[in-house]
């Protein structure tokens, strides 16, 4: 018998495998540039959200009760912080992920212009047609 | 701290902070001799530091730590510079400083000179940053500096379909290629919990260390290490336009600027080479855990056949090209095949002093790639400009009216060549003689084909542009003497580089390698980051 948790976990993990597999294809094989920015944006979703999990403690769970990660001591003492370590989540995947996340809107919203450019220039933004309209 | 750690530090944020002044500064300063000093001043000032740092590096044989904020190491982002980057810091920043001399004479005839200057300075910043960061997750941050510039000075021209297009190529594989980065560090940070170049090596090597600050090694570390690593060599091949990945490579290396086409093919694609050695020499070394499974024979067996295809591919369809910065773009390919071949010299059978010998051959042709490269966009450059033109049939013989350009491009193309008083030479005599010393029989075979079909590529190129009688309807057009004293400065440093080779600088080299990327060498580098934290324990 499988703990519920593990197979949600299971499952999870595995969808977003999934996802990746959907996203590169999108961005490979897609003709049109709009899906291909889509799919560029699952992808960077995707990988932003497995960063999240690295990330997670496992909580509530039976050894620690529900109680908030929060120090309500001013000068915590040491099994204070002990707790509070076992609670917490870890805050790096976060912050990696917020510099990701700035990084990508950055490269999207270069992207986006690149496909209005060449709308404009080929009058299309499939990818087919540019490459064959190319002189 | 001292003053060269100090501004070591600070060189990288300082320029991204002077790129992205330069838009304001333009609202009030119309004069376009002020942002012509500006940015030459500013990469004067990145060469200086450059210097200097590797100086000292070099001096005391140690490498050097920065640590951002005072944090030290695994908390913080730091920068950690040991010879090899040291020594590729400071090409970069010299060439870079070619460029943007050669720049201040290209941008007089473009529409808008501002864009063009934030987005090379922030060029600069991002190669810099890439070279000089210790951590991981600042490599990723860097390499996106550098991409979006990149993507940016491609897609200069934006009302020319070509290079929409180029770059909507390049951009979007790119920005594919470094998420997947992104997952290997995930996968990195998961296993190992720490994005510290120093400290993942130390736990991939698996000394003992008491880690107070830095997580436990968590789950099934050779699994993690081995999809982490086949991810970002995906995204450092696709930098470097190694064979599968060099698609994008000759459509967006000729549609940019020329000097940013000598920036791309000299200086970018080094980038992804340089993160290659560091993943698989410095973090994931022999003696790590993925070398001990046999994984990381496995990959470099892979490099190794895939530098010989780029070679090969790059040589085969340099001849066929009729356009001469194109024909450049494939010159690119196959030189970055041979650095690769040197690069994956590492195997597990191979011998220590074998290993550092590739090494120093894929290091010194670097360094002659670089420039020969560079002055090949630049000169050329004054060609086309001088033309209107990048077709060699068209082209034909107006180097004649160029004597100073077309010395420098004689120069530069017996530099790629391989030319015996060049340094092309050496570098390339150098990695036959470390192949053949690891026995690599037929690798050191291919590095003599490779060269011998690329000479067919350079001949066509030197014969149009050069020996051919000109066109009737040619004048020259005044103008070009800060050009021709850029890339003639740069013609004499392939000969410098030629000249000096056997006595002083493959010695010199070969030193380098071995403090830096030998097993002692990766001591080194653990040690220096072993101290920064240990200054932080009490007792």
Redesign the interface.
């Given at each position: 018998m499988i703990e519920l948790e593990t197979y949600f976990f299971t499952i999870l993990v595995l969808s977003m495998f999934v996802n990746?597999g959907l996203a590169?294809y999108g961005?490979?094989a897609r003709p049109s540039?709009v899906k291909?920015?889509i799919a560029?944006t699952i992808?960077?979703d995707t990988?932003n959200t497995?960063?999240i999990i690295?990330g997670y403690a496992r909580w509530p769970s039976p050894t620690l009760p529900i109680k908030p990660p929060v120090l309500t001591n001013l000068n915590p003492s040491q099994v204070d912080i002990l707790v509070f370590s076992q609670q917490a989540v870890d805050p790096?995947?976060q912050a990696?992920v917020l510099?990701?996340i700035v990084?990508?809107l950055?490269?999207?919203l270069?992207?986006v212009f690149?496909?209005l450019?060449?709308y404009r220039?080929?009058g299309t933004t499939d990818?087919r047609k540019?490459?064959k309209?190319?002189? | 701290m001292d003053v060269v750690t100090q501004l070591l530090g600070i060189i990288v944020p300082l320029l991204a902070l002077a790129a992205f002044v330069i838009p304001l500064l333009s609202l009030y300063i119309k004069k376009k001799g002020f942002f012509d000093v500006y940015v030459t001043g500013f990469s004067t000032l990145a060469l200086l530091i450059s210097f200097f740092t590797a100086l000292k590096v070099i001096n005391t044989g140690k490498p050097l730590l920065y640590a951002y904020g005072g944090w030290p190491p695994p908390l913080g982002i730091s920068y950690e510079i040991d010879s090899f980057n040291a020594v590729l810091g400071v090409l970069t920043a010299g060439i870079m400083w070619f460029i943007v001399l050669y720049s201040v004479w290209y941008s007089s005839h473009m529409d808008s000179y501002v864009w063009y200057y934030t987005l090379l300075l922030g060029l600069e910043t991002g190669l810099l940053g890439c070279l000089y960061t210790g951590d991981a997750f600042n490599l990723f941050v860097m390499i996106e500096v550098l991409s979006i510039s990149a993507y940016g000075l491609v897609a200069y021209y934006r009302n020319k379909p070509q290079a929409i297009e180029a770059a909507i190529k390049y951009g979007m594989i790119g920005a594919v290629a470094t998420t997947l980065y992104f997952l290997a560090l995930v996968f990195i940070y998961a296993s190992f919990g720490t994005l510290n170049m120093a400290d993942i090596s130390l736990k991939a090597h698996q000394l003992p260390f008491f880690n107070l600050i830095s997580n436990d090694i968590y789950g099934h570390i050779m699994a993690a290490s081995a999809v982490a690593l086949a991810l970002a060599l995906w995204a450092f091949t696709f930098k470097s336009a190694l064979f599968p990945n060099h698609f994008w490579l000759p459509d967006a290396h000729p549609e940019a600027p020329t000097p940013v086409s000598a920036a791309l093919s000299g200086l970018v694609v080094n980038v992804g080479v340089y993160a290659i050695i560091r993943f698989m020499y410095t973090i994931f070394g022999k003696a790590s855990i993925v070398g001990t499974i046999g994984f990381r024979d496995v990959v470099l067996w892979a490099l190794l056949i895939l530098g010989i295809v780029s070679g090969l591919v790059g040589a085969l369809l340099m001849i066929v090209q009729s356009d001469v910065k194109r024909l450049l773009a494939y010159s690119t390919i196959s030189h970055i095949g041979l650095i690769y071949m040197g690069a994956s010299i590492g195997l597990s059978s191979v011998s220590q002093e074998s290993m550092s010998l590739g090494l120093t051959a894929a290091l010194f042709h670097i360094i002659n790639h670089s420039v020969g490269k560079a002055l090949l966009f630049m000169a050329t450059g004054i060609l086309i400009w001088a033309a209107g033109t990048r077709d060699l049939d068209k082209m034909s013989g107006i180097g004649r009216l160029y004597p100073a350009a077309s010395l420098a491009i004689l120069l530069g193309f017996f530099q790629l060549m391989g030319l015996p008083p060049f340094g092309g030479f050496f570098s390339k005599l150098l990695l036959y003689q470390a192949l053949i010393s690891a026995g690599l029989i037929i690798p050191a075979v291919m590095v003599i084909l490779i060269s011998a079909i690329s000479i067919l590529g350079y001949i066509k190129a030197m014969y149009a542009l050069i020996f051919l009688p000109p066109g009737s309807e040619m004048t020259k057009k005044p103008g070009t003497g800060l050009a021709s004293a850029v890339v003639l400065v740069l013609g004499v440093t392939c000969i410098i580089l030629g000249i000096l080779a056997p006595f002083y600088i493959i010695p010199w080299l070969n030193n380098v390698v071995s403090t830096s990327l030998t097993y002692q060498g990766v001591l080194n580098y653990i040690n220096v980051f072993r101290e920064a934290l240990l200054k932080l324990m009490p007792g």
């Open positions: 990746l590169l961005v490979l540039l291909k920015i560029l992808l960077s990988a497995f960063a690295v790096l995947p990696l510099t990701a990084i990508g950055a490269v999207t270069f992207l690149l496909t450019q060449a220039l080929y990818v540019i490459s309209l190319r002189g | -």
